[in-house]
């Protein structure tokens, strides 16, 4: 088999291997992703539920499913996964955010196949998963469209592939740079480059050419008042799309 190339981007890596420590403190440099997350699970739930026929009011409703959570960080989102019963494997080019997550998996009793890596390092092994999770991370390696490439290769006939990115806008540029970063402290200065950015329809494109039918695309909005996350309309800054692969 051909090597596939790296979509590592060293800077990338290591930059969050520097927060690596943080990755479970709520008001630390991660804060807004552990605000962010209850969105992002309610999605993949209902998603996964619907299109791949189990029952959201079930217990375990992934029991049964191999599940892949590409640039795992911390496990955010790698342990919600498990514990809805997902078969699942964290995956991160950052050894330091591996040995947290780990570590962390092992205190609350999880069972979780972390591995330092990357999503080429799996698709070479032919390594093959039923839902890949792909959340804020395509808009930090160094060529998207071939990771969507080598993301797409991994997923089983009719799975399901969960991309989270920022819209290449200027409302983006004013939100998620200079609020979040600059403004709010939400993030650390330089977390993002806004040149980085994809639109939906360079996504949906990518997920087009590897065999993806865009099923649902929704944004991700911030309120203020309430200090929450909801889905939107609006994708012009957070947004998310569900690609699925068809069946035969």
Known sequence: MTALAPSLDPSEVEKFSKMAAEWWNPKGKFGVLHVFNPVRLQFIKEQVCARLGRDPLERYPFEGLRFLDIG?????????MARLGAT???VDPSERNIKTASVHAAEVGLEIDYR??????????????????????????ADPRAFAATCASM?????????ATLNRTLKSFGLAIIGAEYVLGWLPKGTHQWEKFITPDELKGWLGE???ATKEEHGVTYNPL?????????MAVNYMVVGQKAAS
Not at 117 to 140: K, P, Q, S, Y
């Open 72 to 80: 795992c960080g911390g496990g955010l989102l790698t342990e919600p």
């Open 88 to 90: 699942i494997v964290g």
């Open 116 to 141: 330092a890596g990357t999503a080429e390092d799996l698709a070479h092994a032919a390594e093959r998963f039923d839902v890949i999770l792909n959340m804020e991370v395509i808009e930090h390696v």
């Open 155 to 163: 997923l089983k006939p009719g799975g399901l592939m969960f991309v």
């Open 210 to 212: 590897n065999g993806l």
């Open 226 to 234: 309430s200090r929450q996350w909801r889905v939107s309309r609006d």
